[in-house]
């Protein structure tokens, strides 16, 4: 069945003579496009080749049981049958998920979106609650984050908040938290103890390239404003706030972050690039007839994805039934077991659609 990924393993080795000539390692941009095909290849040349050994195993313990009479050497040689049997599927089920199509924008960084939704201040507050979840993951994993703008309400939730997120594989991390997150508690406003329920969308768009996204400058009308926010008394003496909008789409992205307009320009602009990208990547899903719908959504923001309880300390992704009693360390930012829960529904459904095609 894997044959043919002899050309992976002859393409990563003539990778590795090319990273080793001095002449690739002064190109440093063909240095960094080489590394970046060398490490995607590498777990791919990694699994063929123990497959490779492993078959060569499995074939060996079946010749010696056909062809030995000796009961001792056929017993091993049965053992050895089970146990490279068992090893060769496994790592034919890693070697399938390994050729599965990669998303190109899985190594992106990205823009993260949060706005409140149905639930006034609770949703506001939960929006809040969302962005520190958002904050302290990309923490831990080392990420970097900038916010890109913010709108707050007098009890310190945010009606909405926009902020990059840079690092090594964000989005590939980060593209399943798209869509609407649902929270059950008591509210500090209540009284008489009652469980409301709050609601807040995520967008997390993979930030776009200026190649990828073409804008005409005339098709910006950029205004300046004074922030309306924290950020010390600069803030009320210069108009260093940027309002874009895009014409033709009437798409507005606002950004008061920075003390410098130019900054905020730049922030700006990379989140309008980042929804026009998302805004025609959707309509070419649209007119793809056999658009994949995997388990784990269609990434839409109008679809309700998780449910986090209070009452019972649980949070449920209803998208792949998973339910955690472990809301306190998941709004802290332990966030890894539901991503690699999703990720695996993902790939099993990538496969399962392969086999069927």
Not at 155 to 172: N, P, Q, T, W
Not at 245 to 269: F, I, W
């Amino acid at each position: 069945m894997f044959e043919n990924l002899k050309v992976f393993e002859n393409r990563f080795e003539e990778l590795n003579l090319k990273l080793y000539d001095p002449q690739t390692a002064a190109d440093r941009k063909l240095y960094t496009a080489l590394m970046k095909e060398h490490k995607e290849l590498a777990p791919i040349v990694e699994a063929y080749q123990a497959w490779r050994q492993c078959q060569r195993d499995f074939d060996g313990a079946k010749e010696l049981l056909e062809e030995s009479s000796d009961r001792e050497l056929r017993e091993m040689a049965q053992q050895e049958l089970k146990e490279k049997g068992a090893e060769l599927s496994r790592l034919e089920e890693e070697l399938k998920l390994l050729l599965l199509p990669k998303d190109p924008n899985d190594e992106k960084n990205v823009i993260v979106e949060i706005r409140g939704g149905t639930g006034g201040e609770e949703a506001a507050l939960f929006a809040y609650d969302l962005y520190r979840m958002y904050l302290a993951y990309a923490e831990g994993k080392g990420w970097k984050t900038e916010i890109v703008s913010l709108s707050e309400t007098e009890l310190g939730g945010f009606k909405e908040v926009s902020f990059l997120i840079d690092g090594e594989g964000a989005y590939s991390r980060l593209k399943y938290e798209s869509g609407v997150h649902r929270v059950q508690r008591v509210p500090e406003t209540e009284t008489q103890g009652r469980i409301h329920t709050s609601a807040a969308t995520v967008a997390v768009l993979p930030e776009a390239e200026e190649v990828e996204v073409d804008i005409d400058p005339k098709d910006l009308q950029i205004d300046t404003f004074r922030s309306s926010g924290a950020g010390g008394q600069h803030i009320n003496k210069t108009s260093s706030a940027i309002r874009i909008t895009h014409l033709p789409t009437g798409m507005v992205v606002e950004c008061q972050d920075e003390r410098s307009q130019y900054k905020n320009k730049d922030k700006a602009l990379k989140v309008l690039r980042a929804r026009l990208l998302d805004q025609e990547r959707k309509k070419a899903d649209a007119q793809v007839a056999q658009e994949r719908r995997s388990q784990v959504g269609s990434g839409d923001r109008s679809e309700r994805i998780r449910t986090y309880n209070f009452p019972q300390g649980r949070v449920t992704d209803h998208r792949i039934g998973l339910t955690l009693y472990k809301l306190e360390e998941i709004l802290g930012g332990s966030l890894d077991e539901i991503i690699d829960s999703l990720v695996a529904a993902d790939r099993a459904a990538q496969l399962e659609e392969a086999q069927q095609a």
